[in-house]
């Protein structure tokens, strides 16, 4: 088992930054690749990013490509996501997400364990 707590979200202004952090504990964190996902009222739950367990191997929706960046600390049991320039279609509900593999992937159906997700509201 992995249990994963996301913080960091919030109310910002269209163009500003927000980093969210998920902590995870339970089994070795390091062999497991790591993503986030997002969930706007009435929408699907969809792909951010991802990582895998070195950080070698990363993946990014279009949408957020050039102003999100994924990243993790092994030894801290944590990943990040940095949102830059953000939008207010961006504004969700974020969730960090784990594999029991270490290859990341887009799919949400890949991911094993999931945090409970962080408030994000970004304001026109």
């Known amino acids: 088992q992995v249990q994963l707590v996301e913080s960091g979200g919030g109310l910002v202004q269209a163009g500003g930054s927000l980093r969210l952090s998920c902590a995870a504990s339970?089994?070795?964190?390091?062999?497991?690749?790591m993503g986030w996902f997002r969930q706007a009222p009435g929408k699907e739950r969809e792909f951010v990013a991802a990582?895998?367990?070195?950080?070698?191997?990363?993946y990014y929706a279009d949408s957020v490509k050039g102003r999100f960046t994924i990243s993790r600390d092994n030894a801290k049991n944590t990943v990040y996501l940095q949102m830059n320039s953000l939008k207010p279609e961006d504004t969700a509900v974020y969730y960090c997400?784990?594999?029991?593999?270490?290859?990341?992937?887009?799919?949400?159906?890949?991911?094993?364990?999931w945090g409970q997700g962080t408030q994000v509201t970004v304001s026109s």
């Open positions: 339970g089994r070795t964190f390091s062999n497991n690749a």
């Open positions: 990582i895998n367990w070195s950080g070698s191997s990363i």
């Open positions: 997400a784990a594999r029991t593999l270490y290859i990341p992937a887009r799919v949400r159906d890949e991911y094993a364990f």
